[in-house]
């Protein structure tokens, strides 16, 4: 199965190019209604290979990769305040050929170990409601709905949740 280690310099352009590909598959079938193209591919400028680059070796972030036979399948990048102990995963992704395959799962178990070494006592996520998958993924990996955020950013239904490590 999948390999779940940090991301390296190795990794950027692949965990960039699955990253916009990712995100334009969300806002094709979800937020293109709301969300201005304009806005959109000014977004996927955080998503840019160095963009991406921060979480490698930074003090309060990380990033962890899932690769398959050499092939990168899935990424989670999180922002750690081990001052307050929250870790926060900023944003979670898998190849749409490897979803349902348990690869998000072994991410969010890495992240959270990964979190609650560096002394975090919770992790928390943000999604949006219109993502059944995710939202029960969460779900299924101990997290609960901590809160709801009707129309919350573009108009678009979110939700928070959270889980204690």
């Known amino acids: 199965m999948c390999e779940i280690r940090l991301m390296t310099q190795a990794d950027l352009a692949d965990c960039s190019s699955l990253s916009i590909a990712t995100r334009r598959e969300s ?3 979800i937020e293109k209604p709301f969300y201005p193209s304009e806005k959109f591919e000014e977004e996927l400028l955080a998503y840019s290979p160095k963009s991406l680059e921060r979480f490698i070796d930074a003090k309060h972030s990380f990033s962890l990769v899932a690769a398959q036979e050499n092939r990168l399948c899935g990424c989670v990048l999180v922002k750690t305040d081990s001052n307050y102990g929250i870790a926060d995963i900023g944003w979670l992704f898998v190849a749409k050929d490897m979803r349902g395959k348990g690869v998000a799962g072994k991410l969010i178990e890495a992240a959270s ?20 998958e995710a939202n ?7 997290f609960d ?4 955020f009707p129309r919350h950013w573009m108009k678009i239904d979110f939700v928070q949740y959270g889980k204690q490590l």
């Open 27 to 29: 806002w094709e079938s």
């Open 136 to 142: 029960a993924m969460y779900r299924r990996y101990g």
């Open 113 to 132: 170990k990964r979190a609650s070494d560096s002394g975090c006592h919770k992790i928390i996520a943000f999604t949006m409601k219109a993502l059944p």
């Open 145 to 148: 709905m901590e809160g709801d």
